[in-house]
Each structure stands twice: as C-alpha cells, then as structure tokens.
C-alpha cells in the first residue's frame, strides 16, 4: 500500500512563503506522477500543479506559475511544493496524491488513487 505524508503547512502573511512535504513509502512504480491539490471551503478540489517523479516533466497551474515550485529528494522519497508570494486566496487545505501511469491523465483529482492527508495553509492580510 502506498502511502503519503504531508507536512509544512500553517499561517503565513500576505507575500510570505511556506514549503509543503509530502513523504511517499510504499510499493510504486520507478517513475510515477506527483500531484498537488488544494480545497478552500466552500469550493471544489483543484489542481494546483503535477508532475513527474524524475523532475523531467511538470505542469503549473496559471494561477500558480512564477510563484509555485515543484521539487523532490530522491533520497528521503519526499516531493515539496515550494510557495512563494502567497495570497489570502490562496488559503486551502492542500493535498498531495499520487499515481501510476502518464501525465495525460493527472488533471483530475479522480485520477489519483493515492492521497495524503492534507494541510492547512492560512495566508492573513
């Protein structure tokens, strides 16, 4: 069973920065997609950026380009989600997930079978 870990969240001023961890142990694929999600109450799951395993290939979402980075150590098996110059909006709890297979079928939340348990992330004005 795979599971994933996540840490790194919590309250953070307008234009500050936090970087997300999420942990993955358990049997998958060499080369899998890494996906990062985020749910603000009240609204649906969405995509905030994805990718693969190796770093070769990444997609950004545009409310998150130039501001949100994706990175990995490959020796602690730990994906990050680096965010800088946060908003209030982007307030959410965010969540990683993992899945076999290729990036065509990684924009859907659905997609991924494997999910952490989320985080809090609270951007104040």
């Known amino acids: 069973q795979v599971q994933l870990v996540e840490s790194g969240g919590g309250l953070v001023q307008v234009g500050g920065s936090l970087k997300l961890s999420c942990a993955i142990s358990?049997?998958?694929?060499?080369?899998?997609?890494v996906g990062w999600f985020r749910q603000a109450p009240g609204k649906e799951r969405e995509l905030v950026a994805f990718?693969?395993?190796?770093?070769?290939?990444?997609v950004i979402q545009d409310f998150a380009k130039g501001r949100f980075t994706m990175s990995r150590d490959y020796a602690k098996n730990t994906e990050y989600l680096q965010m800088n110059s946060l908003k209030p909006e982007d307030t959410a709890v965010y969540y990683c997930?993992?899945?076999?297979?290729?990036?065509?079928?990684?924009?859907?939340?659905?997609?991924?079978?494997?999910w952490g348990q989320g985080t809090q992330v609270t951007v104040s004005s």
């Open positions: 997930a993992a899945r076999q297979g290729g990036m065509n079928n990684s924009y859907k939340s659905a997609s991924y079978p494997f």
């Open positions: 990718g693969t395993s190796d770093g070769r290939s990444t």
């Open positions: 358990g049997y998958i694929d060499r080369v899998y997609i």
